[in-house]
Structures are given as structure tokens and as C-alpha cells.
């Protein structure tokens, strides 16, 4: 499956952003998508996570609340809707699925097919 990331853009905090992930494939309806981001000087971290259904999902703490994960497998898009921004949230956000559970994709920050990244930028 190959996935596109969009919707990265310059945001001041306490602002909103809606990223899309486009993905080829017939297999994405059937697997867990995650979004992940990377900060400069850090690891990679998941942020969101949905099974195939939509009917689970699993944030990381420090956006639970903020964020939403959504996906409408009938456009093969997955989404991420960012409220309340913060600085903090400054990184490349990465689109992503894997054949394992969201439990395992938050447990071990692992995907099988990744995007390419965008940038979000929350200015203070």
C-alpha cells in the first residue's frame, strides 16, 4: 500500500489542523492506521491510532482530548483532526499502517507501510 500525507501547514497555537492520509490499495481497509510524528532532537512517537472497523482508537497522552483519528474507508483516507494546538506539537507527522492491532502499533511505535511526512508548525 502507499500512502500520501497532506494538510501540514503554519498554525498558531491554540489553532486548528486537519491532516489527510490518501492510501492505494485494497489492503488499507483492512489494516490499522496510525499516525506518527518526529520532532527535531527526538524519537519518533505515535500520536493516534484506529483499527480497521474505526471502531477503536488509542492517542497518546499528550494529545488526548486534541486530537481525533478518523478514517473513511471508502475513500481509503485515514484523518487526523489536531485541535488546541501547542508548540509542542511542532513536528513531521508521518501516515502509516500495519497488520498488527492499534495496542501493538501503540506499544512498539511500528508500522509495515509508511508515508511520506508533513510538517506542522504551531507558533507561540
Known amino acids: 500500500v502507499q500512502l500520501q500525507a497532506s494538510g501540514g501547514g503554519l498554525v498558531q497555537a491554540g489553532g486548528s489542523l486537519r491532516l489527510s492520509c490518501a492510501a492505494s490499495g485494497s489492503i488499507f481497509s483492512i489494516s490499522t492506521m496510525g499516525w506518527f510524528r518526529q520532532a527535531p532532537g527526538k524519537e519518533r512517537e505515535v500520536v493516534a491510532a484506529i483499527s480497521w472497523s474505526g471502531g477503536s482508537t488509542e492517542y497518546s497522552e499528550s494529545v488526548k482530548g486534541r486530537f481525533t483519528i478518523l478514517r473513511d474507508n471508502a475513500k481509503n483516507t485515514g484523518y487526523l483532526q489536531m485541535d488546541s494546538l501547542k508548540p509542542e506539537d511542532t513536528a513531521v507527522y508521518y501516515c502509516?499502517?500495519?497488520?498488527?492491532?492499534?495496542?501493538?502499533?501503540?506499544?512498539?511505535?511500528?508500522?509495515?507501510?509508511w508515508g511520506q511526512g508533513t510538517l506542522v508548525t504551531v507558533s507561540s
Open positions: 502509516a499502517v500495519s497488520r498488527g492491532s492499534i495496542y501493538y502499533m501503540r506499544a512498539h511505535s511500528q508500522a509495515d507501510s
